[in-house]
């Protein structure tokens, strides 16, 4: 029994340094909600969706005055039959159309939306890998409020340094562009076919 004891404490031994050869796992944190805070074309980005949402719920503000206007007409004691009947016409028409409004705005949005962020995502992507492949690292997570549980504790300093890096190379590289999405390269025509020459008699 001793002997076994002791083998197995000389192979332990044995195997020790081995294990404390292995390089310990390199990993970072990313935070995109920390990027949209340091980085100045991030903000840009938000700044572009904002505008676009807002310019969405103006025009949805505006019809959905116009719908107040005809409804507070319709107490007026002195409208007619006939237009109080074409008015109530008009404001269910109305009404329709704002619906319809409003579900086309949210589409719109989210189109745009999918469209900027699509962008954010094309231009930040290699330069996470860029600076993961620069420090050698094995994993990056990203942090979002959704997974903020899975972490215990963190040592803020360490886990933000890793975003910051990526907000100074992202405004460094894009520094004076727009942020605008890239638009669709246009579909090239197809060239037109030569007309084919008359033949010749004799």
């Not at 081995?18 to 805070?37: G, H, N, S, W, Y």
């Not at 100045?40 to 949805?60: H, N, S, T």
């Not at 962020?117 to 094309?122: I, T, V």
């Amino acid at each position: 029994m001793r002997r076994i004891l002791a083998l197995a404490a000389i192979t332990t031994l044995a195997s020790a340094p081995v294990l404390a050869q292995e390089a310990a796992p390199r990993f970072a944190i990313f935070a995109p909600d920390q990027l949209f805070k340091n980085s100045a074309r991030a903000k840009k980005v938000v700044e572009q969706l904002d505008g676009i949402g807002k310019g969405l719920q103006e025009k949805l503000v505006a019809k959905q005055k116009e719908l107040e206007k005809m409804a507070e007409q319709l107490k007026s004691p002195g409208l007619s039959d006939e237009g109080r009947a074409t008015l109530t016409r008009n404001l269910q028409d109305g009404e329709t159309a704002f619906k319809r409004a409003q579900e086309d705005s949210q589409k719109e949005f989210n189109k745009e939306s999918d469209k900027i962020y699509g962008q954010f995502q094309k231009e930040v992507g290699p330069i996470v890998e860029e600076v993961s492949r620069e420090r050698k690292l094995q994993v990056v997570f990203q942090y979002t409020r959704q997974n903020a549980g899975m972490f215990a504790f963190t040592d803020e300093k360490w886990a933000v340094e890793f975003t910051d890096e990526i907000a100074k190379r992202y405004d460094a590289k894009f520094a004076g562009k727009s942020a605008a999405p890239e638009a669709d390269a246009p579909v090239a025509k197809p060239a037109a076919k030569a007309a084919p020459k008359a033949k010749k008699n004799g």
